[in-house]
C-alpha cells in the first residue's frame, strides 16, 4: 500500500541521502504511532498525582523540599 505525503524540500533532499530512505521513514513512523499509544514518563506521574496527590512514593520528599524551596525565593515582578 502507498500513501502520499507532502514534505518540505529540504527534509525531501535530507532524506534522500540517507542510505535507506524508506526504512528511515518506516522507523519514524511506526516510533511515533508506538509513542501515541503509551503515556510518557510525565504523563504517567501527572495522572498519579492527579489521582492520589498524597502518595508521590519516592519522591515525596524531593517535592516537599523543592516546594518550600519555591516558596521562599518567589516574589512578583512588582515587589
Not at 501515541?36 to 498519579?48: D, F, G, H, T
Request: aromatic share 8%; no cysteine.
Amino acid at each position: 500500500m502507498q500513501h502520499i505525503i507532502n514534505l518540505p524540500h529540504e527534509m525531501v533532499e535530507e532524506i534522500n541521502h540517507l542510505p535507506n530512505p524508506d526504512q528511515f521513514i518506516y522507523e519514524a513512523i511506526r516510533r511515533a504511532l508506538e509513542a501515541q499509544q503509551k503515556p510518557s514518563k510525565w504523563a504517567q506521574l501527572a495522572e498519579r498525582i492527579a489521582e492520589n496527590p498524597i502518595d508521590l512514593e519516592e519522591h515525596t520528599e524531593q517535592f516537599k523540599q523543592d516546594m518550600e524551596e519555591f516558596k521562599q525565593d518567589f516574589a512578583f515582578k512588582s515587589e
